[in-house]
Every structure is written in C-alpha cells, then in structure tokens.
C-alpha cells in the first residue's frame, strides 16, 4: 500500500473554470507514475480527490472554494418522495454487470446522451477517444453496470469499487426516455447496490452551489459535504 504522504502531487496552471464563469481554477493532481492500490484510492476519496480516466485529481484553487466533496452516508439515506416514485417507474429494469465499455453499444449510447444533453460542454462532441479515456481507468476496480429493458441497453453506469464505498464516476443514458430520470436512478440504484455489498458511502464528486449541474446532489439525504478537512453531514 502507498502512503499519503510519500506522493509526488502536481498543480496545474490556472485555467478557466468549467462550472463557473469569470471563475479560474486550478487542479491538483496525483502522480500519474505512483502506483495507487483500491486502499491508497480510498484514502485519497476520503481527503476530497475524484478519478477521471487515469487521473485522480482534486480543486485547489487560490480564490474560490465552491467545489465541495460530497458522499451518501447509505445506511441512514431515506429516498424522497420523487425518488421512491423514481424507483418505482424503473422497476421493470434488470441490470448486468458490462465486462468493458468499448463495444459499439455502449459507444453509441453515450454518443447520444453527449450530443442531447451536454452540447455545452468539454466532452461535446463526443469521440471515442475521449469516451475511453474518460471512463476507463488503470487501476482496477471500476464495474460497469447496464440499465436493460427488456433486451435494450438503455443506460450504463460506471462505478469504482473502494474499500469503504462506490464513487459514482459518471451515469449516461438514453436521452429520448425522460419520464423514467434515468440519471436519479442511477444514483439511486448505486446506493442500493452499496448498501448491498455491505458498504459505507456513494461518492458523488462535488457539489458546487451556484452550478446548476451540480446542485441537484443535495436531493440524496442525509448528505456529507467535506469542509475544512472533515466531512460534515446534511440532513
């Protein structure tokens, strides 16, 4: 296991924010050689850091601190009333466990939620290329899962695996079927999951207050937000 404190982590230039206008951010990164096992992950998740693609990162930027990291503590979460609804419109649904991601299904699936949904942002237009790199990861403990209906794949859901919980890395779905919230279910589906594997928290990245985007992580309560080094709960 790699100690903490034995990482090499690097910053990046100021660049514009992706989340927030007039706002320049800065990101700190692990070092990308450093070998980084599910326990050494785990640590980092629990001090604020997130994966995307091969990079596990988090904000550190000189003047703003809007980019908060936010976690489902599972045991106590109580679903809303629109999400016991949510769960109800979707339980017609099975789910897979996907081997991998790079089968013309799955690529086409996210091709359509990206140019739909996302047409403002970084991953717009979508390739493959990106779509690998973003989703795929070296480490080892990520699980794609497959929304089914019926025979149709109709959303997929990639999760990394850590000791004490899920990090839910990124949800996309078929944009033509609004009614079902395909992207609540997600979440929803991964606390279940979660609390079925006997684990402790689904991380949810972070939560941002003046994003619209991202506001929508406060509906999962109680939620725990990780300020000033300790994580603090919501109820």
């Known amino acids: 296991m790699t100690v903490l404190s034995d990482l090499k982590v690097f910053a990046t230039h100021p660049h514009s924010c992706g989340y927030l206008e007039d706002e320049q951010a800065t990101t700190l990164f692990i070092d990308p050689e450093a070998t980084i096992d599910s326990s050494t992950y785990s640590q980092l998740a629990d001090i604020g850091f997130r994966r995307s693609g091969p990079h596990i990162y988090r904000p550190h930027c000189d003047s703003c601190k809007a980019c908060i990291p936010a976690r489902v503590p599972v ?6 009333r629109r999400q016991r609804r949510i769960i109800k419109r979707n339980k017609d649904l099975s789910v897979i466990e996907i081997d991998n991601i790079s089968d013309p299904a799955c690529y086409d699936l996210y091709q359509r939620y990206i140019n739909a949904r996302h047409q403002d942002g970084d991953m717009y237009p979508p390739s493959y290329e990106q779509y690998i790199g973003f989703l795929t990861d070296d480490i080892g403990n990520t699980q794609y899962y497959g929304f089914m209906l019926e025979q149709q794949l109709i959303a997929v859901a990639v999760t990394d695996k850590m000791v004490n919980g899920l990090s839910a890395i990124y949800t996309f779905f078929d944009p033509d079927m609004d009614k079902r919230s395909l992207g609540v279910y997600g979440v929803l ?3 279940e999951q979660c609390q079925r594997l006997q684990l402790d928290y689904v991380y949810l990245g972070y939560w941002i207050k003046g994003c619209r985007k991202m506001s929508y992580k406060t509906d999962y309560r109680p ?13």
């Open 75 to 80: 045991e106590s979460f109580k679903p809303s």
């Open 189 to 191: 589906w991964q606390i």
């Open 223 to 235: 939620l725990q937000l990780f300020l000033e080094n300790r994580w603090l709960t919501l109820t």
